[in-house]
């Protein structure tokens, strides 16, 4: 079995980065606006930057606040992102969709809400998006109180996820960002902490192209913060633990693409006029990772396995 994997692969190395950065938070008004803007319509927003905090606090709380635009800026962002005394807009947004779909989505607020109202009632509703996420889970959980609460997240907690970016060594540079999703819940204590369709991002750190004496080609990236269904973006790599689980998933698979995250270049075929294999992993592409360090996370909490 072992042989047929090596045969399988022929001397492609994809290497998983073996170390984690997690997302700063922006600091500028500017930054923050736009990341706002981004989540909540799919694209930065154009004009003066007092209208654009205008719109945002119409469309989220229905007034305006008073103050500096840092710190009328600053509220939104602790609204849409910051889990403290309460769960985040985002939170409560994802526990809703995954109660819905067993799944969430990569779309931005304005659109996920809109599709959610039509699921469960037909029709999209007026009002601020705090009212009508707080209407969501009323139909979704029966309660506006939802059933979110923290949970302790050990290191080395594994996340299946799956490429939505293509990995191709012949289009790649370093530098290049990889978005993934999560392929699969993940479930610790009884909350589920990262939901299906939760994004991640990844940086290649490097590349190298196939060559002649077939010399495979060598992509290295760095999967390095995926999103927590609390909004948080957690830092994760690939190490040993992930490593044995891809593993294991390419000999149950007869040499699955997941094998080439394991084993490295194997099968060398000698002569300056055979190419090496190029690095070609499709959207879809399912690995491992694994979480960097302890943590401590919203999660909705869940009578499903672990």
């Known amino acids: ?53 205008n719109k945002l606090e119409k469309d989220y709380d229905g007034v305006h606040r008073s103050g500096s635009m840092m710190a009328r800026v600053d509220a939104l962002y602790n609204e849409v992102y910051t889990n403290s005394s309460k769960p985040s807009v985002l939170t409560d947004l994802n526990a809703i969709e995954w109660n819905i779909d067993h799944e969430v989505s990569m ?14 009632q037909g029709t999209t509703r007026e009002g601020t998006y705090q009212y009508r996420i707080a209407q969501l889970g009323k139909a979704s959980f029966g309660s506006a109180q939802l059933p979110i609460g923290s949970v302790q997240v050990p290191a080395n907690t594994l996340i299946k996820i799956a490429l939505v970016t293509p990995v191709q060594s012949k289009n790649l ?3 290049d960002v990889i978005q993934y999703k999560v392929a699969q819940d993940v ?27 077939g010399r495979n080609a060598e992509v290295n990236v760095d999967f390095h913060q995926t999103k927590s269904v609390d909004g948080t973006f957690v830092p994760t790599f690939s190490g040993e633990e992930a490593k044995k689980e891809m593993k294991s998933l390419a000999m149950a698979g007869g040499a699955s693409v997941a094998g080439i995250a394991v084993l490295g270049p194997v099968g060398i075929v000698a002569g300056a006029f055979v190419h090496g294999k190029d690095v070609d992993l499709p959207a879809g592409t399912e690995l491992y990772i694994q979480t960097k360090a302890d943590q401590v996370l919203y999660g909705v909490e869940t009578t499903l396995a672990e």
Request: with cysteine.
């Open 187 to 213: 479930i610790v204590n009884g909350k589920l902490v990262f939901a299906k369709g939760s994004p991640g991002e990844g940086i290649v750190t490097k590349v190298k192209q196939a060559r002649n004496f």
């Open 173 to 175: 540079k370093a530098q």
């Open 1 to 53: 079995m072992f042989k047929k994997l090596c045969s399988a692969v022929l001397g492609v190395m994809f290497l998983l980065g073996a170390t984690g950065v997690g997302l700063a938070a922006p600091e500028t008004v500017q930054a923050k606006l736009a990341a706002i803007e981004t989540d909540t319509y799919g694209v930065e927003q154009t004009g003066a930057l007092l209208d654009r905090i």
């Open 107 to 120: 779309a931005s607020v304005d659109k996920r809400v809109a599709d959610m109202e039509m699921k469960l």
